[in-house]
């Protein structure tokens, strides 16, 4: 093997090492916004559940206002659920251009990496 294709798998693996930090970081962000967005997600079902038991408990003001509560949280709850999916969407969004962006540059790294060297010094 000749000292230029020994530096040529050197350069290569370490170009792998990189892109594979670079994923398994975006990785990790990604799976942590989706945990962090769920975890918000429970607590929004759970203060709405909490708030129906609370109403529930007012039911002696008469069925009307039991019933006009409740579709206004019914509202709220749907409002809400409607923003997380436009944010999550966005953010999809945004995520799925960071792993193109990596993929493209991985393959533009690999490339020059692979590109003979035409400077003109002979090996």
Known sequence: MTKDSIET??????TSY???RELSEL???TWSEMAEQ???LFGL???TGM???ELMTQAQQGP???LDEQMKLSRELGEALVERNRNLLARS????NSYRELIETGAQRTAATLKPDTSGAAA
């Open 64 to 66: 009307s206002r039991l």
């Open 51 to 53: 708030r129906q038991t």
């Open 93 to 96: 969004s945004e995520i799925g």
């Open 45 to 47: 079902m759970l203060n």
């Open 9 to 14: 798998l050197k350069a290569l693996g370490d």
């Open 18 to 20: 990189q892109q594979a």
């Open 27 to 29: 990785n990790l962000r």
């Open 38 to 40: 769920q975890m918000d």
